[in-house]
Every structure is written in structure tokens, then in C-alpha cells.
């Protein structure tokens, strides 16, 4: 476990509760100025806390970008590469990928999802990178609210495709992918050498 200091609300949830209408606003976080050190690093300690609490999330795209040095385990510094990322999106640096927020009905965060724009030259593609929901704010259609927000907005933007990556045991995720209307597009195989 890599991230040293974690947010509060990330205790994992004492039982998964029942599905409940979501009272959940999705949408794109507000750009911010450079000069806002605080929320680039808030955001990227809440979304490095959420993912490392599972080794399950990590890919091949986690072990090729080094947020995971072996495939295996995160990188001991997941948050200030987070941060960095968010950073480069909320200042326009990074303009091929947009963070989105879910909050509830006081403003309070439930969740995270990095969004990317591929374009191969023939069609817009839209990717996301990573999804967080809170441990306690799971099973309340959070994540479902994020697939619908990100598949409404890539079609306004004229994207064809919504795609994902996950690690091969993230079940739970699976089981949320399959029932938004994902299918399994291609697979992965890595051998030592
Ligand atoms: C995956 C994740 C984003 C789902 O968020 P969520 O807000 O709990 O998702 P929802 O409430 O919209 O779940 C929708 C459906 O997905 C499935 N599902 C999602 N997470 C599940 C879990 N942990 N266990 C079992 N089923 C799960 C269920 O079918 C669920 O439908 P149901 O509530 O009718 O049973 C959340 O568990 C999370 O942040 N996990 C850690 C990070 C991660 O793995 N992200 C995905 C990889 S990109």
C-alpha cells in the first residue's frame, strides 16, 4: 500500500447495501489556476486512496504508464502521480483528458473518473482511464450515474466507442461494465522473459 495518507470517508463499507435511487449529480470538475496547489493534491490523495485499497484495479495500462512497478503492486508515489495528472487536466495543460466528479445532494465528492479522447484518425474513441467511488458510497448507482454521464457526453462530443480497461479479478467492476453495455473487446497476454 503505497499511499501514506488517506482520506476519511475511506474506510470500506461495513456491508454492501442495497441498490437505492442514487441522489447523485455527475459532472466535469471546474478548471482551476495554476496557482491552486490544494485541490490538484486533495483529488489525487482521494483518487490514489480509493484505488490502492485493491490490487485487483491494476492492468496492463497501470504497469505500462508505472503506476505499477511490477503489474502487481501500486507505486509508492500513485498520489502525487494522480495529482500531477489532475493538475495538467484542471489547468488545460492536458487537454486530452478531463477529470469527472459525482457528488451528493450537500456537494459532498462520492467519486473520480479520468476520461480520455482517442482519435484514431477515423473515429473518436473515448476512454476511461480510471473510476473511484468511495467505499461507503458504492452500491448506490454511483458508478452506473458515471458510465451514463461519460457515454452522454462522448456521444455529444461524436465519439463511436466508450472503452475501458480492468484488471482480470476487479469482478465487481466487471459486473457494473457489463450491466452499462460494455463487451469484452479484446484480452491481454504478458509472459516473462
Ligand atoms: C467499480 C465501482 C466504480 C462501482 O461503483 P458503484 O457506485 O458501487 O457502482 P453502482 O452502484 O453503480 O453499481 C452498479 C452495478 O455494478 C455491480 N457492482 C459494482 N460494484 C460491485 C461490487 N463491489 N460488488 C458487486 N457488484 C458490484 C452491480 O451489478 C451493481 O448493480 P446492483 O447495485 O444493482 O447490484 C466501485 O466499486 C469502485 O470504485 N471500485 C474501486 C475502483 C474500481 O475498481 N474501479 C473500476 C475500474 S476502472
New binding site residues.
Partial sequence: MAVKKKHAALKPAAK?PA?AAAKVAVGWHAPIRDTDSATPKKLGDLLAG??AL?TN?ISHGEYLEGLSPDGRSWAKDLARRYAGDIRAMLTGVDDESRLAEARDARGALL?LAIVAFNDNGAELCWI?E????LPA????????AFVEFIAAEAKKAGAKKLM?E?GVD?H??H??FE?TGFKLYSKVFVRSV
Avoid: F, T
Fill in positions: 454492501r441498490r480509493v484505488v485493491e484495479y467519486g476511461i480510471d473510476m473511484a467511488v458510497a458504492r452500491g448506490h448507482g454511483v458508478g452506473a475501458l480492468s476487479n465487481g467492476a459486473r457494473l450491466a
